[in-house]
């Protein structure tokens, strides 16, 4: 039997471990996998078409954040709780990561989490003591990091890069954590109105963007890319990341020694977002039971806790079972505990339907409000970000509305 699996991948070598990994299956299967690929920057798109045409594989890899207008759609098979229970039951996995398996007012499980994606904030240690500044409260929160950047200005030390100037498809992931920090969120739970104008998120908004005049005018306009080398070459103190990329740095070749000697992990100041890959059935399995039953077995499989340690180990994706952390090693001593802080208290964005035409909208916004406050201006930070949040909370609630 044949069973089509697309997998979302920027490269064709990015496929080698996963190949790897589903041979098993497989072979003890008897299914012939066709691994199709298709790139970040064209998997939206490539989804919601073939979910409009009611075609799609019969399984896929997909955003956690997209699987509510997919399931709008009807395009695919929900999970039964007996099924949901083989697996291991929605206790074995992150609550971050099962809270997006399904619609905000709908029973229906959609999806089986598969990983989890987050943010953290690398910092020197040793350019934070050379300021004068105690690591354990410099970036407890907006406030304290703000003051911290300041403090290692005054001591002549570039605090930090971080893509700005152009569009950026995590802005939106990173921001909410100061959205949260004092109770705010970008949209209300049911999706229908906006929030970032409200006191509590737009004070988050404008403490986040009273970060952006110290980013060096020299590193303004950088990818992420580019603001990571500039981090493991000594240029800049602190860097915004996945918590993922310690191994990247520790071996990249642009590390400075000094580099890899004195780097940390933190959690970022707020609510850490967290969001991460599911796996689904499309819903045109129906016509073929044989198919159903093995495209349920691929999940069941891909959702197994030996197999999701199996990949971390392989290709450093974070597990979304949570009984796989115990097995889990990384290179720098902070990653764990700060990994552990972070799934305590992080959440997703909320599961409503129009999730993803609202999150290019505020990538928008928050690309915008960037490169208005990099601009000269006798305008703070903080009030040019307040003006240009009302414009656009008026515009998405037209747009809810429409």
Known sequence: MELNFLTIADMPEDLQSMRGVLSAFEREKEVQLTLRRVGWDRAWQVLLMEALEGKGPHVSQIGSTWVPTMAMLDALRAFGQDEIATIGGASCFLPSAWES??????????????????????????????????????????????????????????????????????????????????????????????????????????????LFPFIPFALRGLDVEACTNAFARGEVATLIGGVEIGNELLESPYAAQEMRENVEVTTLPGVPWIGGDHLVVWKNVLTDSAHEMAAFELVKYLGKRETQIQLFRLENVLPARADAYDEL??????????????????????????????????????????????????????????????????????????
């Not at 990173?174 to 739970?189: L, Q, T, Y």
Request: aromatic content about 10%; glycine content about 4%.
């Open 329 to 402: 090693t990384f290179p720098l001593e902070t990653t764990k505990p700060t990994l552990e802080r972070i799934l305590k208290t992080g959440r997703p964005h909320p599961p409503v339907r129009l999730w993803r035409r609202i999150e290019a909208f505020l990538d928008e916004m928050l690309l915008e409000i960037g490169k208005a406050v990099l601009k000269p201006s006798p305008l703070s930070p903080s009030d040019i970000a307040m003006q240009m949040l009302a414009d656009y909370d008026q515009k998405l609630s037209a747009l809810l509305k429409g």
């Open 101 to 210: 398996v399904k619609l905000a007012d709908r029973p229906e499980v959609w999806a089986i989490p598969w990983s989890i994606y987050t943010f953290a904030l690398y910092y020197r240690r040793d350019l934070l003591e050379k300021a004068g500044i105690d690591p354990d409260t410099a970036f407890a929160t907006p406030i304290a990091m703000r003051n911290t950047f300041a403090q290692l200005s005054r001591n002549g030390t570039a605090p930090w890069a971080f893509p700005s100037l152009h569009p950026y498809a995590d802005l939106v992931h990173i921001a909410s954590s100061w959205v949260r920090a004092n109770g705010g969120d970008f949209v209300s739970k049911n999706g229908r109105e906006p929030l970032f104008a409200s006191p509590q998120a737009s004070s988050g908004i404008m403490d986040f963007f009273e």
